[in-house]
């Protein structure tokens, strides 16, 4: 089999080309994005304002600002409670397939890895839901690998059977056209999730050797083709630690922020996977993200885009899922098992990564009480 | 006479609505309490019934429900929102609001206008959240919207009475109550807008962050109480620094 065998940037038959130019700003400005050149006078007069401009955002993100991560956590704590309250809404992943037919090189499931692979029936589907929705949650985030191997119609099904049991509904599965995204809205989808990884399109080139995923701009319009679909929000991130972190930090940042100005109504959130650092290698490598390195992401964005929200995953420890929440976070997941089925049925395939977090529901739910955070179950009402 | 608010053909001693949503559900009761309302916002997509943490559940008896219809971007999906409310058994009253920006907030007012034509119609009790311009409101009045609610700043800001002169020339034109919603982020804000004149004033925000809850409910019943007061006496002439000069410019008139 031939590897590498595509231009990443030339699109596949089949994929459909919108007509926008937020990937080239957004190119263009990461390229341009020197966080060097921001100093600790720059940090502080950015803390002073009340919003934030992209140049703002540069600083927040640049190495100077480690410095401030307190006084930004103070901020970020106010902010957070200006827009959202003590609330933080509460939802569980389910995913009902791990086929995948792309070759990224960072990720054990890529289609040249022997693992094991299924996706639920739609009996089985319909179970683990009503075992999910036992435990009193509404919202529920759809996941299936990156292959047509489960195909749209597959995924509309369940997410037509997700509706009888919840109220609000998310998909976090490979990028489709826009008449797909509003096939999938009409199913009851609302929120679409798509991390682009990294921004650095020679890195990208790289890592994702094989598979419609290797296609940069494709995945790079996925949110606007959902928007443009009708969707009511969309998530961005990229996978941190990959490249130069500030860089890709900068970058998903922006691109969510052009595309809130191009379409005013959409909803906008932020998820932010990273790579572990190996223990034996810390402080080596300027790429490494540690957890101040990670909080420091978390609140310049929050910083920047006050209404944004902010997802905080089970990837990471429970004591820091803990206090970032209500200072920076407004959604986390409870409850997690990420191999394809498992909140009952027996699973049916292997777990890409592991999580740290393993509390239930109203584990999490206790927590936040006893720090003074209320738990929300229904935020979305769709007529 | 009793100083009361009416709305729609009700009558309310209280003339401070309170919002809902941003602090614990437990607490709902104690706030209410405190801050003496007797009419709360209730974000519908909130509602859960049936299940956990539905604020339904906690809203006490007697409290009259104004749910809103946050979350809708147009007029159609607004008036949805306030049809499903009264399902719930919500009652009539709805706090109108059209959002079709997720950064700002801001409502859009030409949607609130057609939402409220609709609503009305259906024999709904409208009070509309929107940005002060006096056409509006005057479009707002006839299509029946049974109070005004401009805001004071952006939602959530805290930053007060931006929008003062524009809300003053809704209290003097227009023939229904002008109730400040959003932005008020301290007691002496509400204050200040119940001596303009408006009838009543909406928080949330400023007393679910604040750092003891129910005792800021508490401060905003006093201030208010204490606007609606000072209007009611008619504020008297407050002298400008210098601003009787000496040598007065209309001395040479005779008798
Ligand atoms: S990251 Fe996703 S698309 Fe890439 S190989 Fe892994 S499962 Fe497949």
Do not use: W
Not at chain 2, 33 to 38: D, H, L, Q
Not at chain 2, 186 to 215: F, H, K, W, Y
């Amino acid at each position: 089999m031939k590897l590498r065998e595509t231009n990443h940037m030339e699109y596949m038959e089949g994929m459909e080309v919108i007509a926008s130019d937020i990937m080239d700003r957004v190119l263009k400005a990461t390229k341009e994005y020197d966080y060097y050149k921001y100093t600790s006078v720059d940090v502080y007069s950015v803390l002073q304002k009340d919003a934030l401009t992209v140049d703002d955002f540069a600083a927040l993100l640049s190495p100077a600002a480690e410095d401030f991560l307190e006084v930004m956590a103070q901020k970020s704590k106010q902010e957070t409670a200006k827009h959202f309250g003590n609330s933080l809404c509460m939802f569980t992943p389910l995913y009902i397939s791990n086929y995948c037919e792309n070759y990224c090189v960072y990720c054990g499931f890529n289609c040249q890895n022997k693992i094991k692979r299924g996706k639920l029936s739609f009996a089985e589907i319909e179970h683990e839901m009503e075992v999910i929705a036992a435990t009193g949650l509404r919202e529920i985030l759809l996941l299936t690998g990156e292959s047509r191997k489960s195909d749209v119609e597959y995924i509309g099904e369940a997410v037509r059977l997700a509706t009888k049991y919840f109220t609000n509904i998310g998909i976090e599965i490979y990028p489709l056209n826009t008449d797909e995204y509003a096939y999938l809205h009409e199913c009851g989808a609302d929120f679409v999730s798509v991390y682009q990884e990294t921004y650095n399109p020679d890195k990208y080139e790289e890592l994702h050797l094989r598979g419609p995923k290797r296609i940069f701009p494709y995945r790079f319009y996925a949110q606007e083709r959902a928007i443009l679909g009708g969707m009511r929000g969309v998530a961005f991130g990229s996978l941190l630690g990959l490249d130069d972190f500030r860089k890709d930090a900068f970058a998903a940042g922006l691109h969510a922020m052009l595309l809130q100005q191009k379409y005013p109504q959409a909803e906008i959130s932020f998820s932010f996977p990273r790579l572990r650092p190996f223990i034996n290698n810390a402080d080596n490598n300027p790429n490494d993200v540690h957890e101040p390195q990670l909080l420091q992401v978390m609140l310049a964005y929050r910083l920047f885009m006050t209404y944004a929200g902010i997802t905080i995953s089970t990837r990471e420890r429970a004591g820091f899922r803990d206090k970032v929440a209500g200072m920076v976070a407004t959604k986390l997941s409870a409850g997690v098992k990420v191999s394809v089925g498992g909140h009952d049925e027996v699973s049916k395939g292997d777990e890409q990564f592991e999580i740290s977090d393993p509390r239930t529901v109203s584990e999490v739910k206790q927590m936040l009480k006893a720090r003074g955070l209320q738990t929300v179950y229904s935020d979305y009402i769709r007529v | 006479m009793e100083d009361k608010l009416i709305i729609g053909g009700h009558a309310f001693h209280s003339r401070f609505i309170l919002g809902s949503g941003k602090f614990s559900l437990e607490m709902t009761n104690a706030v209410i309490e405190n801050a003496g309302v007797e009419m709360a916002t209730l974000a519908l997509r909130r509602a859960n019934v049936g299940g956990e943490e539905n604020i339904l559940d906690f809203m006490p008896e007697g409290i009259t429900l104004l749910p809103n219809t946050s979350g809708a971007r147009n007029a159609d999906e607004a008036a949805r929102i306030a049809r499903l409310a009264r399902e719930l058994g919500c009652g009539d009253f709805v706090k109108l609001e059209v959002i079709r920006d997720t950064k700002y907030l801001l409502p859009d007012n030409f949607e609130t206008i057609r939402a409220t034509e609709i609503l009305v119609k259906e024999g709904f009790i409208v009070m509309a959240y929107m940005y002060p311009d006096l056409n509006v409101a005057r479009d707002l009045a006839a299509a029946g919207a049974a109070a005004i609610m401009p805001l004071g700043s952006p939602i959530g800001s805290n930053k007060g009475l931006l929008t003062k002169d524009f809300i003053k020339i809704l209290v003097d034109e227009i023939d229904l109550p002008i109730i400040v919603d959003a932005g008020i982020g301290r007691p002496s804000q509400a204050c200040e807008a119940m001596e303009l004149g408006v009838e009543a004033v909406m928080a949330n925000t400023a007393i679910a962050t604040a750092r003891d809850v129910p005792l800021m409910a508490k401060a905003f019943k006093l201030a208010i109480e204490s606007g609606r007061a000072a209007y009611l006496a008619g504020l008297g002439r407050v002298l400008e620094h210098k601003a009787e000069a000496s040598s007065p410019l209309t001395g040479f008139l005779e008798a």
